[in-house]
């Protein structure tokens, strides 16, 4: 992700210009921060936008899923989009009302990964981002969950980021004379204290790295994978 | 939304039946709980999946945005998801983790609203639904401002709702005696304290629905539009 963001015709900024960014750092950024990815695909004619979890290196995005999924043939086109809401713009008008977001639009052809180093690599990529530490504290995949789990690589070539910050736009128009007040209000997530399974006993301590991981910020700077 | 959710190929439950909901409750439970839709459509051959705001009452989606968007066309099918991301499912091996979350999808041919009085109800829903009590707060739209919106109507007719609670399903399983914690990582988003917009006159306070917004938690059980 050295390059630029690629330019087509469908990942060119057209609208709200100043929310495009063409910096592949701030792609990996989204995608560090993001948890569900959004999968849209074209089946029968009909758009289908899926909710589903999703992890990334440098070139490539992976998603995962049954084998029995329709969502999750190769060689149709895709669109996964990852968004973040970071909070409400609150303008003097309805119209100038928005959103704090930050949001990435990938698209492609993904493949199925069939290569068996590639499908460990790429399902702990996916788990570590979801669950950082995990991988290794739990049960790895056996052969027989490998054979009932799909993997898609979607190559991050063809991506388009948009972020929108700060006040409303509207604070030098006729609109601010109105005598209303104007501002952000931010929209944070944040993990929570685990809650451990009732069936679990009650000798088994909480790992470290789940812990750690209470009372964090969800998609904040300092979130795993997040560029330096 | 009195009858049960529609029940076609696309919106029956294949997989994971137990998370398959088919009562309208839920349906509009989900919509009030969101803030983001990602809209999705066909464009080229292409899908394409846009966040955007929305808003609804018992009949009706309403999504709004500029007249030169292409992913506001009518009488193309769209497929429009809300998910909601509620914390992790950490269970004992790699491939019994999982998400807790509530999402609808609602599919549709969109109509373009052109009706003056109810493009002004369709505003109305989307602006209480995204910052409750601007609408009565601010400049409602001006006759140019309603001229560079379009406001699309989708029917709240062919939905599915998919909801997951609860602890990991490998509680009693074979990988309940590794000896590993096991257990759900909550996930919250909560409005902040309201940020004045630095263009703001000092002496302009904070209006009573704003402040009041600051702390709650966005998408819990109290939020404006849930059901009783």
Same mark, same amino acid.
């Given at each position: 992700?050295?390059?630029?963001?690629?330019?087509?015709?469908?990942?060119?900024?057209?609208?709200?210009?100043?929310?495009?960014?063409?910096?592949?750092?701030?792609?990996?950024?989204?995608?560090?921060?993001?948890?569900?990815?959004?999968?849209?695909?074209?089946?029968?004619?009909?758009?289908?936008?899926?909710?589903?979890?999703?992890?990334?290196?440098?070139?490539?995005?992976? *998603?995962?899923?049954?084998? /029995? !999924? #329709?969502?999750? %043939?190769?060689?149709? =086109?895709?669109?996964?989009?990852?968004?973040? &809401? @970071?909070?409400?713009?609150?303008?003097?008008?309805?119209?100038?009302?928005?959103?704090?977001?930050?949001?990435?639009?990938?698209?492609?052809?993904?493949?199925?990964?069939?290569?068996?180093?590639?499908?460990?690599?790429?399902?702990?990529?996916?788990?570590?981002?979801?669950?950082?530490?995990?991988?290794?504290?739990?049960?790895?995949?056996?052969?027989?969950?490998?054979?009932?789990?799909?993997?898609?690589? *979607?190559?991050?070539?063809? /991506? !388009? #980021?948009?972020? %929108?910050?700060?006040? =409303?736009?509207?604070?030098?128009?006729?609109? &601010? @004379?109105?005598?209303?007040?104007?501002?952000?209000?931010?929209?944070?997530?944040?993990?929570?204290?685990?809650?451990?399974?009732?069936?679990?006993?009650?000798?088994?301590?909480?790992?470290?790295?789940?812990?750690?991981?209470?009372?964090?910020?969800?998609?904040?700077?300092?979130?795993?994978?997040?560029?330096?």
């Amino acid at each position: 992700m050295t390059n630029p963001l690629s330019n087509t015709d469908r990942t060119r900024h057209r609208r709200l210009r100043e929310q495009g960014r063409t910096d592949p750092g701030d792609l990996r950024a989204v995608l560090a921060a993001g948890l569900v990815a959004h999968l849209g695909l074209v089946n029968d004619g009909w758009p289908m936008v899926v909710p589903t979890s999703y992890g990334f290196d440098e070139t490539t995005l992976y *998603l995962h899923g049954s084998v /029995a !999924s #329709v969502s999750l %043939r190769a060689d149709s =086109p895709v669109c996964v989009t990852i968004t973040l &809401a @970071d909070g409400l713009v609150l303008a003097r008008s309805v119209f100038e009302h928005a959103l704090n977001y930050r949001s990435a639009m990938v698209y492609g052809y993904p493949r199925v990964v069939t290569d068996p180093d590639e499908i460990l690599t790429g399902l702990r990529l996916l788990s570590e981002h979801m669950a950082p530490g995990q991988w290794d504290y739990v049960r790895q995949p056996s052969r027989k969950e490998l054979a009932a789990t799909r993997l898609l690589a *979607l190559p991050l070539a063809e /991506a !388009s #980021v948009k972020i %929108r910050t700060g006040p =409303p736009d509207d604070g030098d128009t006729p609109d &601010a @004379d109105l005598g209303l007040w104007a501002g952000e209000l931010p929209l944070v997530s944040t993990w929570q204290q685990p809650v451990p399974d009732p069936a679990l006993p009650p000798a088994i301590p909480v790992p470290a790295h789940i812990a750690a991981r209470a009372g964090t910020i969800a998609g904040g700077p300092d979130c795993p994978g997040a560029p330096d």
